[in-house]
């Protein structure tokens, strides 16, 4: 089942997706510039082999539920998000507020 939410921090709009899939969920929080994500991101994959991208993103890990996806510590960054002051062990919600600046 797809299920896609409005979420709200600090006034900023972004779009959340979380996906039931056997065992696991799949979950992101996005706006135009980038997104969070559970630990399905590849962000080695985003670095290296698509690195002309320049994909501002970061994932953290044993996240369940969107609510904890938006408090946890984020495990790794791309280059890109590193870029816009996004580092790992930032929340998710830390690192979307500096995705609209």
């Known amino acids: 089942m797809l299920h896609m939410e409005p979420v709200n921090i600090d006034g900023v709009g972004f779009q959340a997706v979380t996906m039931k899939l056997p065992k696991t969920n799949f979950m992101a929080v996005t706006n135009d510039v980038g997104y969070i994500m559970c630990g399905a991101l590849d962000v080695q994959l985003l670095n290296e082999k698509l690195a002309d991208r ?40 830390e690192a979307l507020l500096r995705m609209q600046e």
């Open 54 to 93: 320049e994909i501002v993103a970061g994932r953290a890990v044993g996240v369940r539920t969107v609510d904890q996806l938006l408090e946890a510590p984020l495990e790794s960054v791309t280059l890109a998000a590193e870029a816009r002051g996004i580092h790992a062990g930032m929340s998710g919600r």
